[in-house]
């Protein structure tokens, strides 16, 4: 039986609540660095840590900004929702840093229906 993609989803404003975001990073490294593939999804405010500014200067935003700077270049995919990025200021150089990139919700859930992707929604 094929394995199927881990798609770690976060949706959560990383300057109120940054966990999901930063889990859905650590679950996709460690989860790369065993073989499985693995995806990012930013969604909702989530998209906001592409913007130096969109997390808290404390220690847990700094922590998941670097992340997902770090994952840029990472072997695993990190996608932004195009809808949530509209009108967030969120530039596609912003999206370039953390080596993010657009991809509907439609192909992830057909992926998900299609049985070679698993959404692990995190928050």
């Known amino acids: 039986m094929a394995r199927k993609k881990l798609i770690f989803v976060a949706a959560a404003d ?15 490294g460690v989860a790369n660095r ?14 906001l840590v592409a913007r130096e500014d969109g997390v808290n200067d404390d220690e847990a935003g700094r922590e998941v900004r670097q992340k997902a700077c770090d994952a840029a270049d990472a072997p695993f995919m990190v996608s932004l929702c ?21 991809r509907d919700l439609a192909d992830i859930l057909t992926e998900v229906a299609d049985g070679t992707s698993e959404f692990v929604y995190l928050g």
């Open 34 to 47: 065993t073989g499985l593939d693995t995806e990012v999804r930013l969604a909702g405010r989530a998209v």
């Open 14 to 28: 990383p300057r109120e609540n940054p966990r999901p975001t930063w889990t859905a990073y650590h679950f996709a």
């Open 82 to 102: 195009p809808n949530c990025v509209s009108g967030t200021g969120v530039s596609d150089e912003h999206m370039a840093s953390i080596g993010g990139e657009l």
